[in-house]
């Protein structure tokens, strides 16, 4: 890979939902391109698109047109099967809800990535990850002997296992306390200062996206806005702009 490689490309990415009169443009034309080793936060009103840019980008949902790009390899150009082993290879994704499976023990689910991958499951790097988001001494607990802000370490530890180039959060602070949300955000921004990660967060926070290097802003499936070196407080000023247009917009078409 070269230096100048993205580690995410989209390209006039569209995406709609159903057909015939009750179809939804969930994504207009979206472009863009983040080098690696940054940390990208996505916001947007309600229904603005953010969790299909999410979904099509980490090749868990496909776009009606357009391409995505994921550390130089193109996601439309492979078949199902080799779409979901480029999942497992590159990406990782954190979801609001953790998604743990709640038979396994905390080491069984940050194994799992790696056992599907087909790797040669390595208990020492897993247990090494689940040390750096500070779960060293829980290895052999269940998820729902956890608090929230400990399953979704386990949840981040699961994402950095197979050491993915890009990491997808959607919502990951989203059903979290102030301070476990603040570990979930330092381990996001550590994964790219320290492991030259690339994180793209979909967030509704402010303070979350602040810990971003920089703020895309989504209205109607489109690109509208960028914020580089974010702080909450002109995050939180963006956003009231990007909701008045858009209850504007709903008054004049009278919905
Ligand atoms: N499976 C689906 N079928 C039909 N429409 C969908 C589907 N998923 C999303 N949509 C529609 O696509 C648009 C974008 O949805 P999306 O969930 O991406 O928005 P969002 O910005 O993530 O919203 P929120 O902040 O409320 O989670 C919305 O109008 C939504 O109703």
């Known amino acids: 890979m070269t230096r100048q490689t993205k580690a995410l490309r989209l390209d006039d990415v569209r995406k709609v939902h159903g057909a015939g009169p009750t179809a939804v443009t969930a994504l207009d034309g979206i472009t863009l391109a983040l080098p690696p080793g940054t940390f990208t936060a996505v916001m947007g009103p309600s ?14 949902d496909r ?12 996601l439309a150009g492979h078949d199902e099967a080799a779409r979901t082993r480029l999942r497992r290879q590159r990406i990782g994704f ?15 689910n940050v194994l799992l990535p790696l056992r599907l991958a ?24 269940r ?21 993915p180039s890009v990491i997808f959060a959607d919502e990951p602070t989203g059903a979290l306390d102030t301070r476990s949300a603040r570990d979930v955000l330092n381990l996001l921004a550590e994964s790219v200062r320290d492991h030259g990660q690339t994180v793209v967060m979909v967030t ?20 509208v806005g960028h914020l580089p070196e974010p702080t909450a407080d002109a995050v939180a000023e963006r956003m009231a702009g990007l909701g008045e247009t858009a209850a504007q ?3 004049l078409e009278g919905v």
């Open 47 to 60: 229904g603005s698109g953010k969790s299909t840019l999410l979904q099509c980008a980490a090749g868990l």
């Open 143 to 163: 998820p729902a002997e956890l608090s929230g802000g400990q399953q979704q370490r386990v949840a981040i530890a699961r994402a950095l296992v197979t050491r």
């Open 94 to 108: 954190v979801f609001q809800q953790f998604n743990l499976l709640p038979t396994l023990t905390v080491l069984q």
């Open 118 to 141: 087909g790797e040669k499951a390595d208990p020492g790097h897993a247990v090494a990850v689940l040390e750096r988001v500070g779960l060293a001494g829980r290895l052999g607990h």
């Open 63 to 74: 776009p009606t047109g357009g391409s995505v790009v994921v550390d130089g390899v193109e």
């Open 204 to 223: 509704h926070d402010p303070v979350a996206a602040a810990y971003a290097d920089s703020v895309l802003f989504l209205a109607d499936g489109r690109i």
């Open 249 to 251: 917009r709903r008054i």
